[in-house]
């Protein structure tokens, strides 16, 4: 599996932005998928996890205003911002590992990235 995230780019504080990772390769469904963020200086951060089944967690800095979905028969998955804060500007990147997602270490492969600019 390969991976390639888009979607980020300049928004406003309050508006939505949806982030998508392509997978490319077969056995996508076999994946745990997730998203994760990094600040300028700081390591990468967890964000959210999906199943296969679509069951997803989160963590809590971004509870109720980030959701994770995805979809098995088009290969992808999603991360919907809504609320966007200048605080959520950072690098985000997509992850997927045949186990549970839950910090860097458990993350098997890596999209490239993709910048989330938030202006206040």
């Known amino acids: 599996v390969q991976l390639q995230a888009s979607g980020g780019g300049l928004v406003q504080a309050g508006g939505s932005l949806r982030l998508s990772c392509t997978a490319s390769g077969r056995a996508f469904s076999d994946y745990h998928m997730g998203w994760f963020r990094q600040f300028p200086g700081k390591e990468r951060e967890f964000v959210a996890h999906?199943?296969?089944?679509?069951?997803?967690n989160y963590a809590n800095s971004v509870k109720g205003r980030f959701t994770v979905s995805r979809d098995n028969d088009m290969n992808i998955v999603y991360l919907q911002i809504n609320n966007v804060k200048p605080e959520d500007t950072a690098v985000y990147y997509c992850?997927?590992?045949?186990?549970?997602?839950?910090?860097?270490?458990?993350?098997?492969?890596w999209g490239q990235g993709t910048l989330v600019t938030v202006s206040s």
């Open positions: 999906t199943r296969w089944s679509g069951s997803a």
């Open positions: 992850a997927a590992s045949r186990f549970w997602i839950a910090t860097p270490v458990d993350v098997e492969l």
